[in-house]
């Protein structure tokens, strides 16, 4: 990933909001989504996120000010999914998010700037859709932090299996079940085997859970039995997202052996609605490490370019918001904090990992890294952690309330941005879902 | 499923190769495709089969012959996948299967058969493409006599899981590498751990196997958060296919703990391109019984339809052709039968099952049953069985060659029919695949 002039800190935007220090969405970043006029019946369409605005990308395609590559992406990305623009690959990613930015500069003039004058919608008048059409959705499972965290309650003695650390273990998910943000879901019915029961009772689950995790889409793609080498993977990698991976703990623990999460998962699945793109990220690409007496990457798995900047230096954080801090205006209160660098795999390693046995990608298909846990207990990534397998609550300092996993009414709000000292904030705003009561 | 003149065994066609006694597809059948002319570059469209010839749907509906609600279904099937067919539901279908059947029916004059008669491509032309769109793919676990094979392999004091009485078990699967019948796929690649290694190797599989299934396509489907009853399950099932979900058991052996298979088995889904209605399998439905001593199913997953004729009596057979049979112009070896009537859970269940969390399903979903292995050794549905986990050679009588899991250039036929005194045959036609060497 190399850096160039779309990174430069000190670049402005004509656009005021896009300045804020504290803003996800400055000219340096640009994430893509597919949106329409909140309330109305439009159709969805491609958007870039500036400031508190929202470039309408079918109103820019149609003003015909961008030309050649980056006028072929624009138009790639103003249908109602962003799966076209995904497909095109980076030299046209590149060639849009440069035409974007230079027309996004202060003192930009010209037919495109006035475009995108003229393209702006604000975000707080945007709905905001799925950005892709999602053909399949994997997720992985390859924080080491996680692993032990939920290993230790299942099996003390032996909590990680032996092959978490030679591969990046995924499982496949349900794709027809992945929601925006903002999308409430009913607590799900179901079976769960109480302990030394003898037979499953049949209800709402009892142990319904959050996970904290990254999700990234899938570019260019590759045909069935031609794997992607780990060299080539970053560039199938379009962008990322936040994801949580809502969890029937009690459904899935019962359901589970022998083939993997079903019904425990696949009830919904939440995306933040903003797409940051790999080179948007490039200023926090970071060194991946392994411990040197843990096994190295087998060599399908491993390049120098993924030891020298393999990792994403993404800061994370839950907020867990009750119906009593919603009535009274309490953002909620934070229940863990972390960043996405402590990953035992990278983003290329799973992009290889999942294609190497001829498994085909497809643009706009969505992976996710699994839940995101740091090495101290204050960086766990889902309640299950947090409370020890529910054997230990969790204070909501904000109301005095405590949970063992999350109640009717509770609101989840994940959220990511990357910042540093002479570097410009690269925001992910926030991936947010509402338990309702269960129907059944 | 109520029995009606389209069932009636004594109606023949007026297309004679539909009369053959031991034909897949008379006229009691009329199982959806969507084909096009081998080694043309036209658009996919629907098909139906009859005789050893296909109805163009689109043809068929460009003449016009066909009105109200059979003209809008025929209207739905004329495109490159079903989706738009399987959407419309049992009402949509049975209008044009009785329209279809009326118009072949020997005898039949007027505009319909006419435009039937204009509208025949010889299978031998056509090219076959997938049913539908497949949105996601899911695939049960549902065979007891294969879960205990496979158990006793793996855990001969404890073979089967204590869920798997309580509740249809399964995992969600690879959409995208499910391809048509007569689709060559590359042995793959992938990690391996031998017994007692320190490390895996990486490199081509070893025990590479094919699974005897069945699969069956979603019709309107439901809303997220909407869950299917068992007694309207039925009516969201277009119809059932023959299914091969080859698998890559060290693969799937080493990375499955904890999440279950994955690479092990999104390489390659092989289906027949042939959906036979539930319709057209109306009186094969069998009687669905649990012995008194297991557990019952618990009230969302019983209803009395579903006893009284939850299953369906379809006669399966594997057959094996190795390069030597090819060359001795043989058809291969027959590896195991069985019936699908054994099965432990229904279809409905499976709907019900699947739907139970909120989980929605989609017109064009592709469900598959998995492994359908019967109570005898020879009914078994995987090789991993019939060679007890490879420890035994499984016997190709015609050529003397033996087997404990597929070689390079094994070619797999399952085939799948009905066929009871007094009833019409109601054929799958056959689902085929070649293993191509690795490519690593």
Redesign the interface.
Known sequence: MTLDRTHDVHTRSWLASANASDGDFPIQNLPFGVFRRAGSQEAFRGGVAIGDQVIDLQAAAGSGAFTGLAGQALQAASHSALNALMAMGPEAWHALRLALFDALADGATGPAADALRGALVPQAQAEMGLPSRI??Y?DF?TSVHHALNVGRVLKPDDPL???FR??P?????????V?PSGTA??R????A?GPGAA??Q?GP?RRLDYELEMGFYVGPGNA????IAIGEAESHIFGMCLLNDWS?RD?QF???????????K???TSVSPWVVTMAALAPYRVPFTRPADE?QS???LDSAANREAGGVDVQLEVRLQSPRHRAAGHAGDRLSATSFRHQYWTLAQMVA??T???????PG?LLGTGTISGPTPGEAGAIVELSRGGTQTVDLPATGETRTFLEDGDTVILRGWCARDGRARIGFGECRGEVLPA??
Request: proline letters at 11%; a negative charge; glycine letters at 14%.
């Open positions: 053909g399949d994997t499972y299996t032996p092959n030679w591969l273990i995924a499982y496949h998910g349900r794709a027809s079940s929601v879901f009913h799900p019915m179901g079976q085997m037979a499953p049949y689950c069935q039995g031609r794997p029937a459904h019962w359901e589970m052996a022998p083939l993997g999460p079903f019904l425990g696949n009830f919904c096994p087998l060599a399908y990992q999942h190497v046995g001829g498994c085909n990608l497809q298909d129907v059944g």
